[in-house]
C-alpha cells in the first residue's frame, strides 16, 4: 500500500514561492505516474501537474505554465511542486496522488479522467497581502 505526506503549504503574499513536498513510503513512485491537485472553497478539485516516471512525460494545467514546475527525487521517494510567481487564485488545498504508471497516462490522471488510487492529507496553499 502506497501512503502520501504533503507538506509545504503555508502563507505566502501574491509573487512569493512555495515549494510543497510529498514523501511516499511504502513503494517506490519509480511505478507510479504521479501528479498535484488543489480544490479552493467551493470549487471542484483540479489537476495542477502531473508526471510520469515511464517517459518522463509532464502534464500543466494552462493557469500555472511557466509558474509551477513539477520534480521527483528518486532517492528521497518524493515529489515536488515549486511554485512561483503565486497569485490569489492558487489558494487551495494541494494534494498529491498516484497511479501504477501502467495504468494511465500524465493527461488521463491530470484531467481527473483515469484512475486516481492513492491520495495524500493535502496541504493548505494561501496567496494573501
Known amino acids: 500500500q502506497l501512503q502520501l505526506v504533503e507538506s509545504g503549504g503555508g502563507l505566502v503574499q501574491p509573487g512569493g514561492s512555495l515549494r510543497l513536498s510529498c514523501v511516499a513510503s511504502?513503494?517506490?513512485?519509480?511505478?507510479?505516474?504521479v501528479g498535484w491537485f488543489r480544490q479552493a472553497p467551493g470549487k471542484e478539485r483540479e489537476g495542477v501537474s502531473c508526471?510520469?516516471?515511464?517517459?518522463?512525460?509532464?502534464y500543466y494545467t494552462d493557469s500555472v505554465k511557466g509558474r509551477f514546475t513539477i520534480s521527483t527525487d528518486n532517492a528521497k521517494n518524493t515529489v515536488y511542486l515549486q511554485m512561483n510567481s503565486l497569485e490569489p487564485g492558487d489558494t487551495a488545498v494541494y494534494y498529491c496522488?498516484?497511479?501504477?504508471?501502467?495504468?494511465?497516462?500524465?493527461?488521463?490522471?491530470?484531467?481527473?479522467?483515469?484512475?486516481?488510487?492513492?491520495w495524500g492529507q493535502g496541504t493548505q496553499v494561501t496567496v494573501s497581502s
Open positions: 496522488a498516484a497511479t501504477p504508471v501502467s495504468i494511465t497516462t500524465v493527461q488521463a490522471m491530470c484531467q481527473m479522467t483515469g484512475r486516481l488510487d492513492f
Open positions: 511504502g513503494l517506490s513512485l519509480d511505478y507510479y505516474t
Open positions: 508526471f510520469s516516471s515511464s517517459d518522463w512525460r509532464t
